[in-house]
């Protein structure tokens, strides 16, 4: 079955979210979805989230699952705010445990903050199915970005998260905490063994050179045959020598100090304070 996919481009993160439709009713899932953050002032806004939100309730769609293919370095979710105004399950990998247990030591969130998963509803493993309606998805479990990526395959869609890009921009970095040039290439492998066919929905792009719009939608065949990093039979070998030395000129994510505390919560804020404020911690020297 072929899902009906409506993407939502966020300018400021090139982030796309999506929202994932059963053909034949009216159950939708949504991916990857965004709070809007203004680091320097520190204020949220819900601007990209009510886009979503319109969408669904206009159509009268009936939203079942929030899905997050990994916990983002590069945006916060709004996976809350969405799931507060239109019900729903929020689902992450279980490998969620491993991100908690790592970025709890380094903001140092103390024995108060939970590492079990149990702020999502639902944790997936490989193997595990859902259903959007009639509709049914499998969970991959594809790591290398970060432990806990999973690919989402839905019908004959595939939502990678930052597992891949577009073929002319390659694939996700893997020198995150947890991270793994050699387990990205297993994992695209993974994807790469769909069939050809099999349409792929990116979590970001960034428009590469020489290309004049943003694109997020491809194929198995194209990204086997074209994709710059792992197309054309690459080997583990040359891949991991590539993406370790790239990996090693990237700056960090703008907004990863704040992303990664609100992610690691299934996109809570973190605990306010007696006066009923919230405030984020920048580690020093940490990442």
Wanted: some cysteine; hydrophobic content about 35%.
């Amino acid at each position: 079955m072929s899902p009906d996919v409506t993407a939502f481009f966020d300018d400021a993160t090139n982030t796309i979210s999506y929202v994932v439709r059963d053909p034949q009713g009216s159950a939708c899932a949504v991916i990857d979805s965004v709070l809007d953050f203004d680091y320097a002032s520190g204020r949220t806004d819900t601007r990209s989230a009510d886009r979503i939100i319109e969408h669904i309730s206009g159509h009268d769609y009936e939203l079942k699952w929030l899905l997050e293919s990994h916990v983002h370095a590069d945006h916060l979710s709004a996976a809350p705010y969405i799931q507060e105004r239109l019900g729903g399950k929020i689902g992450i990998g279980d490998r969620i445990r491993d991100v908690q247990d790592t970025f709890g030591k380094v903001f140092n969130e103390g024995t108060e903050f939970q590492r079990d998963g149990s702020q999502f509803d639902q944790l997936f493993v490989e193997g595990d199915s859902f259903h959007i309606g009639q509709l049914r998805g499998d969970v991959l479990h594809t790591p290398g970005h970060t432990p806990a990526c999973l690919t989402y395959v839905i019908g004959e869609a595939a939502f990678v998260g930052d597992t891949l890009f577009m073929p002319d921009f390659g694939t996700a970095r893997c020198d995150f905490p947890g991270g793994s040039s050699e387990l990205l290439f297993n994992s695209i492998q993974k994807i790469l063994a769909l069939p050809d066919e099999t349409r792929i929905f990116v979590g970001h792009d960034y428009k590469a050179p020489g290309r004049d719009e943003f694109a997020w939608e491809t194929t198995v065949g194209e990204q086997k045959a074209r994709n710059v990093h792992v197309g054309g039979g690459t080997s583990c070998k040359d891949f991991v020598e590539m993406r370790d030395t790239r990996d090693a000129t990237l700056p960090m994510p703008k907004l990863i100090i704040p992303s990664l505390q609100i992610n690691m919560r299934a996109g809570k804020m973190p605990p306010a304070d007696e006066d009923g404020d919230v405030f984020l911690k920048v580690p020093v020297n940490k990442l």
